[in-house]
């Protein structure tokens, strides 16, 4: 599986941005997908998760009601939509396909290259 993200960019605090990944080289309906995130300095740590069907979602706490996550198993494509931006959410944003559910990054085998947002105050 090859994913590509892309809809990063700058964006003023209180602002939204919509991030996709487009999955290749096998069906992403088969795959859980994910979106996590890595600021300077830091870990990269788990923003959101879409089942297979996309009937099931979890995010991290420090974006629930904030972002969406969805995806359109017809386009092998699974979306971030970013509401109410903070400067706290500045981070390279990768998505990535796994078979299980869940919010630990080694449930997840394949991975984008990532798509930085950047949040000014």
């Known amino acids: 599986v090859q994913l590509q993200a892309s809809g990063g960019g700058l964006v003023q605090a209180g602002g939204s941005l919509r991030l996709s990944c487009v999955a290749s080289g096998r069906t992403v309906n088969t795959n859980v997908m994910a979106w996590f995130r890595q600021a300077p300095e830091k870990g990269r740590e788990f923003v959101g998760v879409v089942s297979q069907d996309g009937l099931l979602t979890r995010y991290a706490e420090s974006v629930k009601g904030r972002f969406t996550i969805s995806r359109d198993n017809a386009k092998n494509t699974v979306s971030l939509q970013m509401n109410s931006l903070k400067p706290e959410d500045t981070a390279v944003y990768y998505c990535?396909?796994?078979?299980?559910?869940?919010?630990?990054?080694?449930?997840?085998?394949?991975w984008g290259q990532g798509t930085l947002v950047t949040v000014s105050s």
């Open positions: 990535a396909a796994g078979l299980v559910f869940g919010t630990a990054r080694n449930l997840f085998n394949y």
